[in-house]
């Protein structure tokens, strides 16, 4: 029996840039030093990366939503055991094609898998799990505007897998937005979440996707069966890591609902992330879906958190791979939690271990309260009838 672990999106949102830089210098290593052990039974750790490693030149999260953090998270990635990287997600463009490349050869020279990118070398990667071999396929349906509201160009449209289009139709407004300067852009967006901040207002609320896919989707979605066919003839196992969704909300919407049945045929699971908090796991029936694993390391004190569905807990997912059936035997999680001190530096490890540091001063009822709404939400619907603090829990 052989395991894999898959893992929400990883950030470094500003407060963990701050607090993380000493002297010039950036250190990570504490942020993720509590899942060591957690990790050292699983032969491949999978994190989805929502950041980018574009180089200090072009500045460390220089713009308001564009996340380019410094090597040293990746060294740090490297060090507690995550060995596998997604890349399609809605920032991985934030600093172009160049900042994209960029992140793939800074991952390569940590030996740290990765795919999602063109620049990776194939639109998909197989990974040999004990006796089993696993195809990951690493996909976006959401992508941010260029600065100014400027659509996507196609060089670079054309550098990442694609599950949708990602340019909205031009609209009015749109159309008016993009007549703004984006320096003066910059300065009202920053003036705005400062208001907002000010008088304790998310400047995020919770989204739920619920449009519909439409004919523009179709060559994408074309795309990856052809992908996930070809996948198929060399692997064991297709995973489909599919960057989609709202944001903060706690089930999918229509439009990722509509998403994954369309994969659903090429692939034997489907793991979610992008909404920044937990969705349910379906287990039953072929394939597996996961809609969203939250994302692990959330810095709390970010200006566009919603706390209304626990963004401070992620789930590691693990499955269990039958060398001899070749199929998935088992599927736990484990429920992880984040916790960021008065400086803004965030550390992430498993609750268990998490309340065991707090001690007596832990609010030992409320906390598994939560755990039982996130068990409630993961199992779409079951209960703990005696919630209780587990490393791992079944599904």
Not at 276 to 286: A, C, K, L, S
Request: proline letters at 4%; a neutral charge.
């Amino acid at each position: 029996m052989s395991k894999i672990t898959f893992l929400g999106d990883i950030v470094c949102d500003k407060p963990l840039l701050r607090a993380a830089e000493q002297g010039g210098k950036y250190h990570f290593d504490e942020v993720f030093a509590g899942l060591k052990e957690l990790f050292e039974g699983s032969e491949y750790i999978v994190g989805a990366l929502e950041t980018t490693f574009s180089g200090k030149d072009l500045g460390y999260n220089s713009r308001s939503f564009a996340y380019n953090s410094p090597d040293e998270l990746a060294e740090s990635m490297k060090g507690c055991g995550i060995n596998v990287l997604t890349l399609a997600n809605n920032h991985c463009l934030d600093y172009g094609t160049i900042g994209l490349a960029r992140t793939v050869h800074v991952l390569n020279d940590l030996s740290i898998l990765n795919t999602g990118a063109k620049e990776s070398g194939s639109k998909y990667l197989i990974l040999q799990c004990g006796g089993v071999k696993i195809a990951i396929l690493s996909y976006t349906a959401v992508m941010n505007s260029k600065p100014g509201g400027r659509p996507v160009p196609a060089k670079e449209k054309e550098a990442v897998n694609l599950l949708t289009e990602i340019n909205p139709k031009l609209t009015v407004s749109l159309f008016i937005k993009r007549l703004v300067p984006n320096q003066i852009r910059e300065v009202l967006k920053k003036r705005y979440y400062k208001n907002k901040v000010r008088r304790n207002i998310p400047t995020i609320k919770v989204v739920t996707d619920n449009g519909s896919l439409t004919e523009r989707d179709d060559p994408y979605i074309k795309d990856f069966i052809e992908a996930a066919r070809q996948a198929a003839k060399e692997a064991d196992l297709v995973v489909a890591c599919v960057h989609c969704g709202g944001q903060f909300n706690s089930a999918p919407g229509n439009r990722t609902k509509q998403l994954f049945e369309r994969i659903s045929p090429y692939v034997n699971f489907i793991i979610g992330n992008h909404p920044h908090v937990i969705q349910r796991v379906e287990t039953e029936g072929n394939p597996g879906r996961a809609y969203s694993l939250g994302t692990m390391n959330l810095s709390l004190s970010a200006d566009y958190i919603s706390f209304e569905n626990l963004p401070q807990y992620s789930l590691a997912l693990h499955l269990y791979i039958d060398d001899h059936k070749r199929s998935v035997d088992r599927i736990t999680y484990t429920l992880l939690h984040t916790e960021e001190d008065a400086d803004g530096f965030i550390r992430v490890m498993p609750v268990k271990d998490w309340l065991e540091k707090q001690g007596s001063s832990a609010d030992r009822e409320k906390i598994l309260k939560e755990i039982s709404r996130i068990h409630s939400t993961v199992s779409a619907g079951r209960t703990l009838t005696e919630p209780e603090i587990k490393s791992e829990y079944e599904l």
